[in-house]
C-alpha cells in the first residue's frame, strides 16, 4: 500500500463547477498537509497547507484534513479555465528541521470554458 | 527574485554518457532537494541537502551523484546514462528553520531524454 494515494484523474468540470479533490493516506504520524499545483511543464507551485485537522479556506479554495479517516480534500468553487492544472497533495510528520515530504501522484484537473 | 533556476531545460543524451544538472537558489534557503517525475508515479526524492557540505540519499539515489559546495548550488551529475533516467527532473529548495512549514519552492524542471 502506498503511504499516500491520489486519483490521478483526469477530472474534466464545467467552468464554474465545484470541484472536489482528494487524497488518502496511510501514515498517523503525518501532521503538516499541502496542495500544489502544476501547469503543464512548470514545477508544482505550493497552492495551501495545513496543520493537523480542520478546514482552511484562501479565496475560492478550501482544504480540509479529517485525520480520523486519514483522508484531505481541496475544494475549488466557482472553477475556471485557469484552474486546469495538475494537483498533488503532500505531507510530512512535522515542521523545523528536515521532514521528509510524501508527495501525492496527482490530479489531473481540466476546466472547459 | 528569481527563486530556483534550473539548466538547463532540455537534453538529450545518448546511452553511456555523463551530464550535469545545475541548480541555483537565490533565497538563502538552508535545504535543497532533487527529484525525479515520472508518469503516474508522482515524485520522487533522489537527493537532498540540509546545507553546504551535507547532503544524503533519498528514495532513488542509484546512478546519479551530487555536491553542495555553497548554499546557493546544488548540482545533480548524472554518469554513465541509462534509459531508464529519461524523466523530468525537479530542484527544489525550502527552509525549515521556522516552526512553520512554508513548503517547498520549485524549479521549472529539465526535461531528460536518455536514447
Not at chain 1, 6 to 29: F, H, M, R
Not at chain 2, 6 to 16: V, Y
Not at chain 2, 40 to 69: F, Q, W
Request: contains cysteine; glycine residues 8%; aromatic residues 12%.
Amino acid at each position: 500500500q502506498k503511504e499516500v494515494e491520489q486519483d490521478p484523474g483526469p477530472l474534466s468540470v464545467p467552468e464554474g463547477a465545484i470541484v472536489s479533490l482528494n487524497c488518502t493516506y496511510s501514515n498517523s504520524a503525518f501532521q503538516y498537509f499541502m496542495w500544489y499545483r502544476q501547469y503543464s511543464r512548470k514545477g508544482p507551485e505550493l497552492l495551501m497547507y495545513t496543520y493537523s485537522s480542520g478546514n482552511k479556506e484562501d479565496g475560492r479554495f478550501t482544504a480540509q484534513v479529517d485525520k480520523s479517516s486519514k483522508y484531505i480534500s481541496l475544494f475549488i468553487r466557482d472553477s475556471q479555465p485557469s484552474d486546469s492544472a495538475t494537483y498533488l497533495c503532500a505531507m510530512s510528520p512535522r515542521s523545523g528541521g528536515y521532514q521528509k515530504v510524501t508527495f501525492g501522484t496527482g490530479t489531473k484537473l481540466q476546466v472547459i470554458p | 527574485n528569481a527563486g530556483v533556476t534550473q539548466t538547463p531545460k532540455f537534453r538529450i543524451l545518448k546511452i553511456g554518457q555523463s551530464m550535469t544538472l545545475q541548480c541555483t537558489q537565490d533565497m538563502n534557503h538552508n535545504y535543497m532537494y532533487w527529484y525525479r517525475q515520472d508518469p503516474g508515479m508522482g515524485l520522487k526524492l533522489i537527493y537532498y541537502s540540509v546545507g553546504a557540505g551535507i547532503t544524503d540519499k533519498g528514495e532513488v539515489p542509484n546512478g546519479y551523484n551530487v555536491s553542495r559546495s555553497t548554499t546557493e548550488d546544488f548540482p545533480l551529475r548524472l554518469e554513465l546514462a541509462a534509459p531508464s533516467q529519461t524523466s523530468v527532473y525537479f530542484c527544489a529548495s525550502s527552509d525549515l528553520s521556522r516552526e512553520t512549514i512554508e513548503g517547498y519552492t520549485f524549479g521549472s524542471g529539465t526535461r531528460l531524454t536518455v536514447v
